[in-house]
């Protein structure tokens, strides 16, 4: 068993070793090709309490000890109506970790039920995104960063071609419409999901999943079947023929040819392939 002071000096360490092509290289190819990090930046890491935000947590720790770039960040984490046990959880984790966390509280879980009825997933993301860039400007902060990883993106591109009609990715930087001057950006854009659960497993450390009532409801009567889930297991059956599909489907978003389709949108405008006629 290690002990905990020892344990988070093994996984700061993993992070840069073990995992050095798989995570950190990743994690820096996307800060340096999108340039999410700049001289000056203040950075509010959102903390959810599962894998990805920690081991985000923990890359921007590993940021600051190493980069020459001069920047702040503040980790913060929202509790939108967390369990005692998961509550718990979260700051066991932290302190394993020598995370700092901020806490806030919201009323994001009962308002996202309330308003949404039987499918508040989508409303409650959006209203932790509004919670978190509030709780980032009140500190301070320019930016806030989400743990979305490689596998997200992924899985987001093929739930909109098949089930919303539409080709439409997983920005890794966004210009929020509603507070001025603040971005979200996501560090871990290059990232497999697989490397983030080895991390994990190779580490012993245990996170909290999804943590509202809606999804634990679900799972209770069987019905914990998602879409997202379900584009995990294809991804994953069609590994088993071409074991590089993920990348391939990841560099397909950053390579779209636009004068071979019919139409696109771009600023809220429609295009047609008439408009070369």
Same mark, same amino acid.
């Given at each position: 068993?290690?002990?905990?002071?020892?344990?988070?000096?093994?996984?700061?360490?993993?992070?840069?070793?073990?995992f050095r092509k798989t995570i950190w290289a990743p994690f820096l190819e996307a800060l340096r090709v999108y340039e999410l990090v700049a001289e000056g930046d203040k950075i509010a890491v959102c903390i959810s309490g599962g894998k990805d935000s920690m081991l985000l947590a923990k890359l921007f720790q590993e940021l600051k000890r190493h980069s020459k770039t001069d920047f702040s960040v503040e980790y913060i984490c929202m509790d939108p109506g967390y369990n005692e046990a998961n509550y718990k959880k979260i700051e066991q984790n932290a302190?394993?970790?020598?995370?700092?966390?901020? *806490? *806030?509280?919201?009323?994001?879980f009962e308002a996202a039920n309330i308003v949404a009825g039987e499918k508040p997933c989508y409303m409650c993301a959006r209203m932790r995104r509004g919670c978190l860039y509030a709780e980032a400007a009140r500190l301070g902060c320019n930016k806030i960063a989400l743990g979305h990883h490689r596998s997200d993106v992924i899985e987001t591109t093929l739930m909109g071609m098949f089930y919303g009609g539409q080709?439409?990715?997983m920005m890794p930087r966004i210009k929020s419409a509603n507070f001025a001057g603040m971005e979200l950006i996501r560090p871990m854009y290059c990232i497999? @999901?697989?490397?983030? @659960?080895?991390?994990r497993d190779y580490n012993g450390l245990e996170f909290i999943a999804?943590?509202?009532? *809606?999804?634990a409801r679900l799972e209770d009567d069987g019905q914990g079947r998602s879409v997202r889930r379900e584009m995990k297991?294809?991804?994953?059956e069609l590994k088993k023929r071409n074991p590089d599909v993920e990348k391939s489907i990841f560099k397909s978003i950053h390579n779209v040819q636009l004068d071979t389709l019919p139409g696109y949108k771009s600023e809220g405008v429609w295009h047609s392939l008439l408009e070369k006629f």
């Open positions: 068993m290690i002990a905990p002071d020892d344990k988070k000096a093994w996984v700061e360490r993993s992070i840069i070793t073990k302190a394993l970790l020598g995370v700092p966390i901020k *806490f *806030f509280k919201s009323d994001v080709i439409q990715g497999s @999901e697989d490397d983030i @659960e080895h991390w999804c943590a509202c009532s *809606f999804t297991e294809l991804v994953r």
